[in-house]
């Protein structure tokens, strides 16, 4: 089926930890974004990209790195995790010049 | 920076109509959207309106704007207890799109 796949879609990592959730797209759409989820705060932009081999910070980008090495994947590294990345983490997409995102079913990420 | 303000709850009798209101600050945001998000999933895009229209009805659903007050609503028509979710209004202004909050929609049968 067509759509965003995130994986894994939980996980429980202990501080200090590391680890990267992939976020694949199979619609060749042209950009890609990570949001976070936190209770009463809505989504706020960690990373995105608007093509192949680019990448840009958004919102709250610290600790978190990204790579877009192939148009349809996306990844997000957490290098050395801690308490307050504990969050559901979304991966949306969308084509070039059109509207209306596409997400993923989210990551539920904990971090004791 | 940008900022997209909602209520965060919102509770209403099935049949009735539900009102979720949204305002933003960024005057050069292209589109508006509508989002719902039902418990343990992913957003899914509801409706949307172009800035430069002032109303957009789909089906039940009819989204107002109201550009000079920076002001965004989404109606619902005979709500359903179906429609219990979480709205999400959000902005777009280049690359980029700035999500509200949140408003949780109850709905008592």
């Known amino acids: 089926n067509a759509g965003v796949t995130q994986t894994p879609k939980f996980r429980v990592l202990k501080t200090g930890q590391s680890m990267t959730l992939l976020c694949a797209q199979d619609?060749?759409?042209?950009?890609m974004y990570w949001y976070r989820q936190d209770p009463g705060m809505g989504l706020r932009l960690i990373h995105y990209?608007?093509?192949?081999?680019?990448?840009a910070k958004g919102e709250v980008p610290d600790g978190y790195n990204v790579s877009r090495l192939k148009k349809q994947n996306f990844l997000l590294g957490l290098e050395s995790a801690a308490p307050s990345q504990t969050s559901v983490y979304f991966c949306?997409?969308?084509?070039?010049?059109?509207?209306?995102?596409?997400f993923g079913s989210g990551t539920r990420l904990t971090v004791v | 920076g940008e900022d997209v303000e909602q209520s965060l709850f919102l509770s209403v009798r099935e049949g009735d109509s539900s009102v979720i209101n949204c305002t933003y600050t960024?005057?050069?945001?292209?589109?508006l959207y509508w989002y719902k998000q039902e418990p343990g999933a992913g957003l899914q895009l509801l409706t949307y309106?172009?800035?430069?229209?002032d109303m957009k009805q789909d089906q039940r659903l009819t989204v107002l704007l109201n550009k000079k007050d920076k002001h965004l609503s989404l109606r619902i028509a005979d709500t359903q207890t179906g429609d219990s979710a979480i709205y999400f209004c959000a902005v777009t202004g280049g690359f980029k799109t700035i999500f509200g909050a949140g408003t949780r929609l109850f709905v008592k049968a």
């Open positions: 960024d005057s050069s945001s292209t589109y």
């Open positions: 990209s608007v093509g192949e081999g680019t990448t």
């Open positions: 309106i172009f800035s430069n229209m």
């Open positions: 619609m060749n759409h042209e950009y």
């Open positions: 949306a997409s969308i084509p070039a010049g059109t509207y209306g995102y596409t």
